[in-house]
């Protein structure tokens, strides 16, 4: 366990910590101001019934003292309640000081009760070390309160210890006797704070862990649930062809056309697996990415001249480039990534004859913007918003029946983010699609 004797708790926990314990502190002051009620009360009861009169150098004065800190409690005992009942936590916790203000108040009653009743300084010690205890042991505070509540007891006792006690000895001791008292405090208060900070944080990184699992879980569930559900279709195909393939009045021609389809079927299938596991691998190596300066121009070139080849002049492919080579800080593997699934879903959805698509590469307000467009069929508004999500209901086959996961845009998303860049898009039905990316420039 770690010890915060002179220190607070790290900050990014010190918010919920003090908000939590702050509301603790409410509840246990509330019965300790009701426990001092009770007390002063009998010992009221008492004093009518007893001859304490003989015994307290100033008995009057002494039940005037523990008559008014019984109210005091009594107005606290009530106070808290209701604030407790009524108040929501984060407003409680921003009447903490009355808490710290009873804790003070309790501390220096015990002080004065034997100073006024006997003018004994060691009375007064042992006195002031039950209020001390009392605080320290269950109450917790931050290290600016913890020292208020020393140097405030302090000049107290001093105070009152130069008024009852001339004896320069007993004064020296007392002194002394009180200091130690005061260094027994800060310990107690500081291990108490330390044990619950420990607690907290273990608490805390608990409960992360648990969301993180409940993630996993979550997502493994989806994934299962998209497993079954997407290879489903592929699986029952071949299964149906096979079965029409086995029947005896079946001729080669139709034989040939049922294997193109079942092969047709597995590459689907293929295509769902490969994506659904570097979606996975994606999601494992999302902490690590190994980045390094690159020209972004010759990536887009080499995207360029592959692409160019696999289209085949089906579509009319563009690129356009700065003059002057544009540079950033890069996985090349992972930006490949990001231009094949862009312009392969602007392959998807433009037509053969009449398609064109068009990668240009500028610097805008000191920043690398990187448009993707298309003059395809666009995309319906209503599911832009969800185009980026994860095994998005936006995917839709492409104008050739290509089959859509749901990931690749979700994926391209996750990357560019984590290249500290954003991606958006603006489409209109029947005129086209844009992406639009931008990177920070090195």
Avoid at 161 to 185: D, K, V
Avoid at 221 to 239: F, G, K, M, T, Y
Avoid at 295 to 322: D, G, V, Y
């Amino acid at each position: 366990m770690k010890f915060y004797i002179y220190s607070s708790i790290e900050s990014d926990f010190k918010e919920g910590f003090l908000l939590q314990t702050q509301v603790r502190n409410f509840k246990i002051t509330q019965i300790i101001a009701i426990i001092s009620l009770a007390i002063g009360s009998l010992w009221r009861i008492s004093a009518e019934l007893l001859p304490f009169n003989e015994v307290f150098k100033d008995f009057d004065f002494y039940l005037l003292l523990n008559l008014g800190f019984t109210l005091f409690s009594l107005v606290c005992a009530v106070s808290f309640y209701l604030m407790r009942k009524f108040l929501p936590t984060i407003k409680l916790a921003q009447f903490h000081n009355l808490v710290w203000g009873f804790s003070l108040l309790f501390i220096l009653k015990q002080i004065a009760y034997t100073f006024i009743a006997q003018r004994n300084p060691t009375n007064t010690l042992t006195m002031a070390l039950i209020g001390f205890f009392i605080v320290s042991s269950i109450l917790v505070f931050t290290i600016q309160e913890v020292i208020a509540i020393m140097v405030i007891s302090f000049v107290v006792f001093i105070y009152g210890l130069g008024y009852f006690q001339t004896n320069s000895a007993l004064w020296q001791i007392n002194i002394i006797g009180f200091c130690i008292l005061l260094a027994a405090f800060f310990v107690i208060s500081r291990m108490l704070y330390s044990y619950h900070v420990d607690y907290y944080i273990k608490v805390k990184l608990i409960e992360a862990k648990n969301k993180e699992i409940e993630k996993v879980n979550a997502s493994q569930n989806e994934l299962l649930s998209l497993v079954a559900h997407d290879l489903r279709s592929p699986l029952s195909n071949i299964q149906s062809l096979a079965e029409l393939m086995s029947a005896p009045d079946i001729v080669e021609i139709e034989k040939q056309s049922f294997l193109h389809l079942i092969k047709a079927s597995c590459v689907k299938a293929d295509l769902i697996i490969r994506e659904i596991m570097s979606s996975a691998k994606d999601e494992s190596e999302s902490t690590l990415m190994r980045m390094q300066k690159e020209n972004l121009s010759a990536l887009l070139e080499e995207s360029f001249t592959s692409w160019k080849k696999i289209l085949n002049n089906t579509r009319k492919l563009n690129l356009i480039l700065p003059k002057e080579p544009i540079y950033t800080a890069m996985n090349k593997d992972k930006m490949l990534r990001v231009l094949d699934n862009i312009i392969n879903n602007a392959v998807k959805f433009t037509n053969d004859d009449s398609g064109e698509i068009n990668i240009e590469l500028t610097v805008n307000n000191n920043q690398i913007l990187l448009i993707i467009g298309d003059n395809g069929i666009g995309v319906p508004q209503n599911m832009i918003p969800a185009l980026f999500d994860k095994y998005t209901k936006a995917g839709r086959d492409g104008l050739h029946d290509e089959p859509s996961i749901g990931l690749g845009l979700h994926i391209s998303k996750r990357i560019i983010e984590k290249h500290g860049g954003n991606i958006s898009v603006a489409s209109q039905e029947g005129i086209g699609t844009s992406f639009n990316i931008t990177l920070p420039i090195v």
